[in-house]
């Protein structure tokens, strides 16, 4: 399987493909401990957009990459994902 094909439907049927997770704690600006969470994704085809929602908020992130990648960086925890299409709507999984 090569991620960066990119097609339609997605991998194995799923609009997005998590390729990575990153954690990171350091200091704040008043030397207080402050978390950060990476997530790296493609996404299929058919999404033009991706809302991603954290505790303390929610924001949507166009698609921009010829290749589908994104990656969010927010928080202390991953962000939930709603991969949508270019009308708005939620994308589901592909039913074979």
């Not at 207080?32 to 969470?37: L, N």
């Given at each position: 399987m090569n991620p960066y094909s990119q097609p339609d439907d997605g991998w194995e049927d799923e609009p997005l493909l998590l390729l990575g997770e990153s954690y990171q704690t350091s200091a704040n600006v008043r030397g207080?401990?402050?978390?950060?969470?990476a997530v790296?994704?493609?996404?299929a085809h058919r999404v033009a957009s991706i809302?991603?929602?954290?505790?303390?908020?929610?924001?949507?992130?166009?698609i921009e990459s010829v290749l589908g990648a994104f990656v969010v960086v927010e928080g202390e925890q991953a962000p939930t994902l709603t991969p949508l299409d270019a009308n708005g709507h939620a994308v589901q999984p592909a039913t074979s």
């Open positions: 207080s401990p402050s978390q950060a969470v790296e994704d493609l996404v809302i991603c929602a954290i505790p303390t908020t929610t924001f949507t992130c166009k």
